[in-house]
């Protein structure tokens, strides 16, 4: 919920300067080697030096800093001696709080052994985007360099904003949020206590929202007073107020495939390829596509796609007879620049580039995704190419440069990344497979960078050797055939799966741009949820929606297996993060939702080596061409790539690489409001059902069971089926109360049942969640921790232990104000179903607008806890 820790906006932050501190413990050191010693820099004074006593892995080793005020701390510097030593400090952790006794860990990473001191940001914004203050620097060290020999710090320099308005604008800030938090899990503890008395004082004397209105509303229609139509009625209210979208953003989706027809104005459209390259113009509805591989040779054309007029355009037959146009290619990439019109080219395999025509060409094939074949060779320069496609210079290729590598760039390379900060003018490039001739070693190029209003190349994150390899800080290791996507919002690249040697990754980075640091978020993404291991699969990004859509790709038959596979069934992936540099969630997208008697839906062959582009604004996936593998086809079919099979002379089928030119549309299909709000309501009616069976006429409990209930399952769901069918049961548990008032048996007619458990009409299939059976425990306690099951020991005369509970969960002064004379208070138990109804119905609302996540009772078992 907002608060003012939220909405206020901070005074204009200062520059860093160096922080004053002070040693103000340590554990044990070794010598004279005191850890005063760091407040000196003096690299070339071999005893200016901390050194810690202990030797032993295992040993607890730590310096503790005291700043000389309150400040936010930004960065620490370590400086080192001046020259290699075997007791200079390698790995280690650094935390800060703002007392010595509650601190949090704000950098864990380590030092290279040279003479160059090093710079490190500390983490000083918290998961909710609040900046903190500290006082209190804690360095631990874990390793050295040199094995058995003591950690020694040479130098320690802070780097941070001591101004004492910004400082104690920023405390003030942290604080309210911390106070913020804090109320309201407590207020979310009462209320699930029923104690709505101190709720309310609560309420009333703080500026605190636990929820958006219509929630409390809900809560108060639903669980004090049972209104339910009031309560079905607040469903709608809450999807107008939007609360309900964070949720269906967050449903699993289905795609809708459609198959574009479009061609120029001679019936033309792009032939056959794989390993071409496209990019979107979003403004214009424009794409862009140049190039590939069609399995005998590398393209040069040229094509534009009219989204809003559905027709190709011919931009070029052939642009390597243009003037600085680019040759013939695949393997390389392209990217589109908003601000300028402008698209940069970089990177190729040509049919020149291949020194071994003796190699075997399908195994290249499947190596690089679309390797070419050729036997004559080129110089191994990295051309850099760009194309106008407005303004003065419309339709013209500039050569930017000869030879990237010259200029501090990356060599020759294919099956790279590349993406385009438009904002920035920067060009982000990383890894690929190196291209000089030698097919024997395998060579990967690291991160660059290109600025486009400078023209100059900076090398990012250059590849390190294996020895330099940390489990700490890790870097991105080299490949090829990976994705790469940029959050322009967070400027965070995103960078995972593709090949290194002969193994698929399936490990996935997070890189941000402003620290130049890199954060692991999957080392194995196939463990967590996530897609196979896989190789030139495609991804793109929606920054606004923070999801990331996967394109399938080539996967391996085994994990340990060199065969690889282009399954039938290989579904694309939705990958939604809330903060970049943490783990999100991988979710399968899934067909789309075939009609009852309809036809199913045309979708694309599964296929690798392919082009995807998104518009942003039309949420739109726009997919072309790829290789969809082998297939078996008549001889007479076959062109190109044949293997022969069966009869010695001439045999009737033979295998062939598929090229395809197949053009399509992509939307994702989630769950309407609607939908939410049918699901919402069944969990209200079957609460209602329950109250019905023990209290009206069975007869009209059942009638309302048949007709309000079913109503809003989905019957073509199992799950909602299952559980629909189920609540016949409730009905037969309970005293039964007939018309006139009196108790029946339990046993229901025969007569009565039939009808209810024929198969209710069909609907329209849905996308849905299954609903989750009703349970009398609240979803986030454990039995021990239900409402109402407090309890404590106490001695009896006897000097025997008996327990009582500590809430008795009986009817608060707040809700005798809300019920009718006439009606009996809720019991204990009726309030705790009612709880679990509501809390479930929140699953729906967006984080937002419910109350806070977690409970107070986990605060009891954690560790440090209360």
Known sequence: MSATWATSSLPTMPPPQAMTYAIVGCSEHSGNYVPENILVDAPQDPLSRWSGAQQLPTAKQWILLKLETLSV????????????????????????????????????????????????????????????????????????????????????????????????????????????????????????????????????????????????????????????????????????????????????????????????????????????????????GLIYLLGGWDGQKSLDDFWVYDVSAERWRVISHSTSIEKNGPIARSCHKMVYDTKSGCIYLLGRLCDGDILKPEEDHEELLRRAGEIPDGSRSTAYCSEFFRYHTRGLDNGKWDLLSFDTASFGGPPLIFDHQMV?????????????????????????????????????????????????????????????????????????????????????LSDMYAYDIASNTVMELFSNFSTSGGPDACFTQRAIIDGKLKEIY???????????????????????????????????????????????????????????????????????????????????????????EVKESGDEDRPSRVSKETRLDDFWTMKLLRATPEEIIRRAKYQIRQQQFREMCEEQPAVKALR????????????????????????????????????????ESANTPKEITTGLLEEPPKKRSRPNTPDEAWTSRLDDEDEDEMLGASTSAAVTSSGQKRRHAVLLMEEDPEETALRDASTKPLSPERFRQRTEVFESLLQFVGEDGKQPMGSLLDMVDAEDGI
Request: proline share 6%; hydrophobic share 35%; aromatic share 10%.
């Open 73 to 284: 701390v930004k960065s620490i510097t370590f400086g080192k001696f001046h020259r290699k030593h075997p007791c200079n400090m390698r790995e280690f952790r650094v935390y800060v709080g703002l007392n010595p006794h509650h601190m949090a860990q704000a950098l864990h990473t380590q030092l290279k052994d040279d003479t160059i001191y090093e710079t490190f940001p500390l983490k000083h914004v918290n998961s909710e985007g609040i900046c903190f203050p500290i006082r209190y620097i804690k360095i631990v060290p874990i390793s050295a360099h040199g094995m058995s020999f003591h950690i020694s710090i040479w130098y320690v320099s802070v780097s941070g904003i001591a101004d004492p308005l910004y400082v104690d604008n920023i405390r003030s800030r942290y604080e309210e949020y911390r106070e913020t938090v804090v109320l309201r899990h407590v207020l979310k503890h009462l209320r699930q206590r029923r104690l709505l008395t101190p709720y309310k004082n609560i309420l009333a004397r703080s500026n605190i929202q636990v929820e958006h209105p219509v929630v409390t509303a809900l809560h108060s229609s639903l669980v004090l007073q049972g209104t339910w139509t009031d309560s079905e009625a607040l469903l709608s209210e809450a999807s107008s107020a939007g609360l309900l979208d964070a949720y269906i953003q967050f449903c699993q989706p289905h795609s809708q495939w459609k198959r574009l027809h479009g061609v120029d104005a001679d019936g033309d459209a792009p032939s056959k390829r794989g390993g071409h390259a496209m990019a979107l113009d979003p403004e214009n």
């Open 420 to 504: 385009m900060d438009c904002e920035a003018q920067i060009l982000y490039v990383s890894g690929g497979r190196v291209v000089d001739g030698d097919w024997d070693s395998l060579k990967y190029s690291g991160m660059y960078s290109y600025n486009v209003r400078t023209s100059k190349w900076k090398l990012l994150q250059p590849q390190p050797a294996v020895s330099m390899l940390s489990s700490v800080q890790p870097p991105i290791s080299p490949r090829f055939g990976h994705s790469m996507v940029l959050d322009q919002m967070s400027h965070t690249l995103f960078i995972f799966a593709g090949q290194r040697d002969d193994k698929y």
């Open 550 to 640: 996967v394109f399938c790709g080539l996967t391996r038959v085994q994990p340990a297996s060199a065969l690889t596979s282009l399954r039938s069934d290989t579904p694309n992936w939705v990958y939604q993060y809330a903060y970049p540099s943490k783990p999100g969630k991988w979710t399968k997208i899934l067909p789309e939702v075939i009609q009852e008697g309809g036809e199913p839906a045309e979708v694309p062959l599964p296929r690798y080596a392919h082009q995807v582009v998104y518009d942003e604004g039309m949420k739109r996936v726009f997919m072309h061409g790829g290789n969809a593998g082998e297939v078996n086809a008549p001889v007479e079919d076959v062109e190109t």
């Open 704 to 743: 309302f069971l048949q007709t309000q209930v079913s109503a809003v399952v989905d019957h073509t769901n199992p799950e909602e089926t299952s559980v629909f069918r189920a609540l016949l049961g409730h009905l037969f548990s309970t005293s039964i109360t007939t018309d006139d008032g009196s108790a």
